[in-house]
């Protein structure tokens, strides 16, 4: 029982504790600077001031889309599916929907843990990307998991959002 949990839920706790651990002054933005900025002109030699802070800004913001995004997809993971269904990666709402909660919550919870940091700032649009990356994340999980349905081909029409495979 406890090896099962582990196997579901590991993996989310542990990326948890990654983002979490990111959000001190570790990964600030002075501290990521020092990386992020010389492989910017190592790419781009003649890059300006104001175009080399736009992109550190996308890399830094597209950071918070990928970490919620794989937070997300894990804890959907983690979430126990209906056995009557027979896959264990059936797609269901409700289970998307707890997983996002989970994220929104983590992200506003994280967005506060930074505000003890001398250099980090805690910012409601940050909450607000992480939100975008976790239902990024789900969306991929959907695309790989949605119902299929497979029809002869005088059935009727599936409902939307749901692919038909004909025999």
């Not at 056995?83 to 992200?107: E, H, N, T």
Request: with cysteine; charged share 15%.
């Amino acid at each position: 029982m406890i090896g099962f949990w582990l196997k579901r839920w590991l993996p989310a706790l542990v990326w948890s504790a990654m983002i979490f651990i990111g959000s001190t002054d570790l990964l600030s933005s002075s501290n990521t600077s020092r990386w992020i900025e010389p492989i910017i002109r190592w790419v781009q030699p003649g890059i300006n001031n104001l175009d080399l802070w736009r992109a550190m800004t996308i890399i830094r913001k597209g950071g918070h889309v990928a970490e919620y995004a794989i937070l997300a997809i894990l804890l959907w993971r983690a979430i126990p599916k209906d056995a009557a269904s027979g896959s264990k990666s059936s797609w269901r709402w409700p289970d998307a929907a707890m997983a996002q909660g989970a994220c929104v919550f983590f992200a506003m919870s994280d967005e506060y843990h930074q505000s003890f940091f001398p250099t980090r700032t805690a910012a409601t649009r940050d909450v607000l990307i992480d939100i975008a990356g976790a239902a990024i994340g789900l969306a991929v999980v959907w695309v790989v998991c949605r119902p299929k349905i497979r029809v002869s081909p005088d059935t009727p029409p599936a409902p939307p959002g749901v692919e038909v495979t004909t025999v």
